[in-house]
């Protein structure tokens, strides 16, 4: 399988060439080739791996179409590797759990972090470890989080032979879980960096160290950003277990709503369908940032300015931009390259939107992608929290809420509509309280870690001072 740029460049790379690099030399995001198709049979065999012999080896089915660059016996064993049911919680990894009548919750967040990218990133890790042994290399993965992101990384990072990681977030910015839970990593090979401003600075700095090319390449600087191929691929995996749990034929179909902000959960969506899973609807759950619920209503994209952008209590879906929407728009408009380099180079820098009503292509959005989408409000979130709770005993968190109000205005009689489930109630406290006037309950392992020993660096919204504390750590 060879991959290519959503903005032309048809260099032809395999999987190991882009698995370290964030964009495409053009500035496209790399996608395959094309989708490879499974036909009837082959998914009759997959529902049987996943059913007798589990996550892993269903993983390893899907990744080695699009993986022609790790020997099968090596992909097998890192599959293995990662998902197994002491990381993951259960033996069926991404278990379905029935909320009423035809609408199920996939629970994605039983890793060790408690949300979906936890299933993306640990994989990542093990292919990092896997990929710069062979090729006797080091990485320093430099990012900026305000919570998900960074602690899925690190998580999936400690411990890896060849890989640092250098996490900058605000400081007191993140809740008392997600410090703890970032902090107490005492690994080596982390480090904490509490940066005194807001994530935007944080951002900026991770910016120009990148944007030093030569600071770049000397203490070869990388990212782990949700562009990365790898991790859209690895999300591919959880649509076909979510579907062979909903159903017992292959004549069936099933919807997906995913609660959605850089468009990366629910564009892996997007290339299981492609790739024939019989997926009725991709629902688009947004929040209060609704970006791609209008260009799904509307047929304009329009990036939000960041004082356009707010801060809402489904935090992990707070974007001004999605940036993964350029993969569908790629395949939305026939993967026409220059087109999509007209789009998202030149449309947006110039005028921060661009619109496709006119564009016969749109209305294909719906009809052959089956894509729809909805949004959900502050108060729509504290009332499916409290409903879900009080009518079926289950808990579930504030993005999770986004998605099962959406998903209601979406059900089909016959069709299961299955909610992705993107984190567990405990990483959003206080908001549960809200709406609820308890506490969620706490998973054993996670008892007390406020109290635990930390390990973070105190430092100004200084770009020259991070390059020095980097520049110390990797010698
Ligand atoms: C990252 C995240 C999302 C948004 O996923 P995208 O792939 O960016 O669309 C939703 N919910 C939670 C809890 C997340 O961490």
């Known amino acids: 399988m060879n991959y290519i740029s959503t903005r032309g460049d048809m260099s032809r790379k395999h999987f190991c060439e882009i698995l370290l690099e964030g964009l495409a030399p053009d500035g496209g ?84 972090t408690l949300a979906f990218k936890d299933l993306a990133m640990q994989l990542l890790g093990n292919l990092f470890e896997y990929e710069l042994a062979r090729r006797g290399e080091e990485l320093n993965i430099l990012g900026a989080t305000s919570g998900d992101t960074g602690s899925a990384a690190e998580y999936a990072m400690r411990g890896k032979k060849g890989v640092r990681v250098f996490m900058t977030s605000p400081a007191n910015r993140m809740s008392p879980f997600q410090q703890a839970q970032m902090f107490s990593l005492l690994d080596e090979n982390i480090h904490n960096i509490a940066v005194d401003g807001v994530f935007d600075d944080c951002q900026d700095m991770v910016k120009a160290v990148s944007n030093d090319l030569e600071f770049k390449r000397k203490y070869k600087i990388g990212t782990v950003n949700s562009i990365n191929w790898a991790r859209l691929l690895a999300q591919v995996v959880y649509y076909f277990a979510g579907y062979f749990q909903a159903t017992e034929t292959n ?96 449309a947006l820098a110039r005028t921060g939107r661009f619109d496709l009503s006119q564009h016969p292509a749109f209305n294909q959005s719906t009809l052959r992608y089956g894509f729809q989408s909805g949004q959900s409000t502050h108060a729509d979130r504290l009332a499916t929290i409290k409903d879900s709770f009080e009518r079926f005993g289950m808990l579930i968190d ?33 908001t549960i309280v809200e709406a609820l006037g308890r506490e969620p309950d706490r998973p054993a392992k996670f008892v007390g870690i406020e109290a635990l020993p930390k390990r973070v660096t105190r430092m100004a919204a200084d770009v020259e001072a991070v390059k020095a504390y980097i520049a110390e750590h990797c010698a």
């Open 251 to 346: 004549a069936e179909k099933v919807s997906f709503t995913v609660p959605s902000g850089n468009f990366g959960n629910v564009c892996a969506g997007h290339v299981a369908r492609m790739m024939g899973l019989p997926i009725a609807k991709l629902v688009v759950a947004t929040n209060e940032n609704d970006v791609l619920d209008e260009f799904f209503k509307t047929g304009v994209y329009r990036v939000r300015s960041s004082a356009d952008t707010h801060e809402t209590s489904s935090p992990s879906m707070d974007i001004s931009k999605a940036s993964n929407f350029e993969r569908f728009v790629f395949d939305l408009l026939g993967r026409d390259g220059a087109r999509v380099k007209a789009l998202f180079g030149d």
């Open 398 to 430: 504030t993005h999770t809420a986004d998605g099962v109000k959406v998903a209601r205005e979406h059900l089909q009689p016959g069709v299961p509509m299955i909610v992705m489930e993107t984190a567990l109630p405990i990483k959003f406290a206080a």
């Open 29 to 112: 995001l790399y996608l395959p080739e094309s989708y490879p198709h499974v036909d009837d049979a082959t998914l009759t065999r997959w529902r049987a791996v996943y059913h007798q012999e589990g996550y892993a080896e269903l993983a390893f089915e899907i990744l080695s179409l699009y993986i022609d660059d790790i020997p099968a016996p090596d992909l097998r064993s890192i599959c293995h590797k990662t998902y197994t049911a002491e990381v993951f919680g259960t033996g069926e990894i991404v278990p379905l759990r029935h909320l009423e009548n035809g609408l199920w919750l996939e629970a994605l967040s039983n890793g060790p």
